[in-house]
Antibody, heavy 119, light 106 residues
Framework: EIHLLESGGGLAQPGGSLRLSCAASGYTFSSYAMSWVRQAPGKGLEWVSGISGSGGSTYYADSVKGQFTISRDNSKNTLYLQMNSLRAEDTAVYYC????????????WGQGTLVTVSS | SYELIQPLSVSVALGQTARITCGGN??????VHWYQQKPGQAPVPVIS???NRPSGIPERFSDSNSGNTATLTIRRAQAGDEADYYCQVWDSSTVVFGGGTKLTVL
């Protein structure tokens, strides 16, 4: 059974940094692209960033380009999101999600980790 | 950047048919995917152009896509279908979600 488990969320100061992790299990992690999707409180879904199975290709939403960095360690079956220069508007639940095919939909999602940016 | 427009809310009587639209420029040329999200839970795919209905999704859920509008149709709506629904496409190597539609089953 496929599982995705996010961690690393919490309270961060404006201008601070956090690194989110997503531990994957139940499938060949390196064979599939992954993404981070966030949801601000009471708001809709916003795609943040994606990465190919090999990690060689990365993609970002304009809203986080230059601020967030996506990466993966296929030896550890783990996806990461390094978030720098955090702002109040980055407050959201962050989900990791798996793609069955590159440029497709998201067939499995984690339960999310809450990031709160506040002083 | 590409935008997807969904109605904020749709209401449907129990047992009737609900239709949730997703508007976008020439969306008919794109693969549109749909997700259901219940309060406090992660989104769940209900329709994918790649697999139609993911495993476990009832045949009551179907979709159509033409011109500038994609539509998720839920037949014989049940109380358990009450949720937020999001459409999603890929555009220029980025993912775009619609703003979401709250489905209320009366």
């Amino acid at each position: 059974e496929i599982h995705l488990l996010e961690s690393g969320g919490g309270l961060a100061q404006p201008g601070g940094s956090l690194r989110l992790s997503c531990a994957a299990s139940g499938y060949t992690f390196s064979s599939y692209a992954m993404s981070w999707v966030r949801q601000a409180p009471g708001k809709g879904l916003e795609w943040v960033s994606g990465i190919s199975g090999s990690g060689g290709s990365t993609y970002y939403a304009d809203s986080v380009k230059g601020q967030f960095t996506i990466s993966r360690d296929n030896s550890k079956n783990t996806l990461y999101l390094q978030m720098n220069s955090l702002r109040a508007e980055d407050t959201a639940v962050y989900y990791c999600a798996k793609e069955p095919n590159t440029g497709s939909y998201f067939d499995y999602w984690g339960q999310g980790t809450l990031v709160t940016v506040s002083s | 950047s590409y935008e997807l427009i969904q109605p904020l809310s749709v209401s449907v009587a129990l047992g009737q048919t609900a239709r949730i639209t997703c508007g976008g420029n020439n969306i008919g040329s794109k693969s549109v995917h749909w997700y259901q999200q219940k309060p406090g839970q992660a989104p769940v795919p209900v329709i994918s152009r790649d697999t139609n209905r993911p495993s476990g999704i009832p045949e009551r859920f179907s979709d159509s896509n033409s011109g500038n509008t994609a539509t998720l149709t839920i037949r014989r709506a049940q109380a358990g279908d009450e949720a937020d629904y999001y459409c999603q496409v890929w555009d220029s190597s980025t993912v775009v979600f619609g703003g979401g539609t709250k489905l209320t089953v009366l």
